[in-house]
Structure formats: structure tokens, C-alpha cells
């Protein structure tokens, strides 16, 4: 069974940058049709949608985030990163990472969603 | 932008039925998704396509969708089921994906 774990600083100082590593474990990153998201919650507030990967290196961001956001893979470490620069008080939250699963409808029609999740990883950000 | 609009909090009886809702203008041609979200976990898939249930979910969790309008219900809630609830969608053009504000469901 596939499980997701992520890792990185708790604690970030403002306008630097907040990098973050998720490892899949009980599976490869490589096999069958998966996204890679990442998504985070604010204490005490919903849940924000911030990108995903596909193991191909293609990428789709949230356009609220996009200008600061970066989503990586390593297959083989089977691990998939977030970059979110120049980081402020509003980017505290807690940080899950999630396997997508791809359905593909038609060569020009896929969707996807979230079945599989980390644990969530709180990152702080302050100075 | 794009929005699901979720009412904040639903109160039931254990037994009783919870029906949230979430309202989304490209629901009539995307799938809508729920999570439930216990106090201090990760989010946990209960309904997926509209309507289809997770392996491991219980049958009393149900999903439906109409317009723009998509519902998940809880036939004879328990104490257990009482989280907060998220949908989960996409724009029209499929490159936006976005949660609902969430809903507190209380069993009390």
C-alpha cells in the first residue's frame, strides 16, 4: 500500500524560500497514471490546492501561486519537492503532499484526483 | 477564479441524515469530489466521480449530483462521522482545481 511522508525545515524565515520533499514509499513514482499534489490548510481554515506533477516533469500550478511555486520530481530517490519563494506570514500552514490518480477519458480529456495522502508536515513561517 | 461554495456547519442526530451540499458553476460538466478531514488528520477520500464510494467507506456515505449543484449524504450519522467535509472540483477549463470552504458536520 502506497504511503506518502513529508519532510523539511519546520521553521522559515520571511521572503526566503520554503522547500519541502514528500517520499513515496510501497510503490514506485514511476508506475502507473499518478500526479504528484501538493495542497496546504492554514490553522483553523480550508484546504488550497497548490500544484502537481506528473512523473514526466509536466507541471500545472494554482495561478494564485504559480509565480512562486516549483514542483519537482526525483524518481530515482521515488520523492517529489515544493519551492515556494519569497514566503510570508500567509504562507504558515500545514503541508500535505497526495497521489493523484489519472483517468483518462480521451487523448485530449483526462481528469484526476486525490486518493492517497501524506500526514501533513506544519511549516512556520517567521523570523 | 473559480469557487464551491459549501454552507459552513450542518448539526444532526446520531441516526438522522446529513445531506452537504456544494454549489460550483462547472459542476454540470466536472466531477465533484469529497473528503472528510477529522480534527488533526489528513483529509481521507469518501466519494470520488459524483457518486462512487472508496473501498473501505462506509455504505451509509452517498454522493449525488444535479446542475450545479453536488451533494454528499450521510444516512444515519454516528458520532464518528462528525469532521469537517471538503468538495473538491475543477474549473471549466479543467486547469484550476479548488476545495469548498469545508462544512462542520456535528453529530450531538
Known amino acids: 500500500q502506497v504511503q506518502l511522508q513529508e519532510s523539511g525545515p519546520g521553521l522559515v524565515k520571511p521572503s526566503q524560500t520554503l522547500s519541502l520533499t514528500c517520499t513515496v514509499s510501497?510503490?514506485?513514482?514511476?508506475?502507473?497514471?499518478?500526479?504528484w499534489s501538493w495542497i496546504r490548510q492554514p490553522a483553523g481554515k480550508g484546504l488550497e490546492w497548490i500544484g502537481r506533477i506528473y512523473t514526466s516533469g509536466s507541471t500545472s500550478y494554482n495561478p494564485s501561486l504559480k509565480s512562486r511555486v516549483s514542483i519537482s520530481v526525483d524518481t530515482s530517490k521515488n520523492q517529489f519537492s515544493l519551492k515556494l519563494s519569497t514566503v510570508t506570514a500567509a504562507d504558515t500552514a500545514v503541508y500535505y503532499c497526495?497521489?493523484?490518480?489519472?483517468?483518462?477519458?480521451?487523448?485530449?480529456?483526462?481528469?484526476?484526483?486525490?486518493?492517497?495522502w501524506g500526514k501533513g508536515t506544519t511549516v512556520t513561517v517567521s523570523s | 477564479s473559480y469557487e464551491l461554495t459549501q454552507p459552513p456547519s450542518v448539526s444532526v442526530s446520531p441516526g438522522q441524515t446529513a445531506r452537504i451540499t456544494c454549489s460550483g458553476d462547472?459542476?454540470?460538466?466536472?466531477?465533484a469530489y469529497w473528503y472528510q478531514q477529522k480534527s488533526g488528520q489528513a483529509p481521507v477520500l469518501v466519494i470520488y466521480?459524483?457518486?462512487k464510494r472508496p473501498s473501505g467507506i462506509p455504505e451509509r456515505f452517498s454522493g449525488s449530483s444535479s446542475g450545479t449543484l453536488a451533494t454528499l449524504t450521510i444516512s444515519g450519522a454516528q458520532a464518528e462521522d462528525e469532521a469537517d467535509y471538503y468538495c473538491y472540483s475543477t474549473d471549466s477549463s479543467g486547469n484550476l482545481w479548488v476545495f469548498g470552504g469545508g462544512t462542520k458536520l456535528t453529530v450531538l
Open positions: 466521480e459524483d457518486s
Open positions: 462547472a459542476l454540470p460538466k466536472k466531477y
Open positions: 510501497g510503490g514506485s513514482i514511476s508506475s502507473g497514471s499518478y500526479y
Open positions: 497526495a497521489r493523484d490518480i489519472v483517468v483518462v477519458v480521451t487523448p485530449l480529456y483526462q481528469y484526476s484526483y486525490m486518493d492517497v
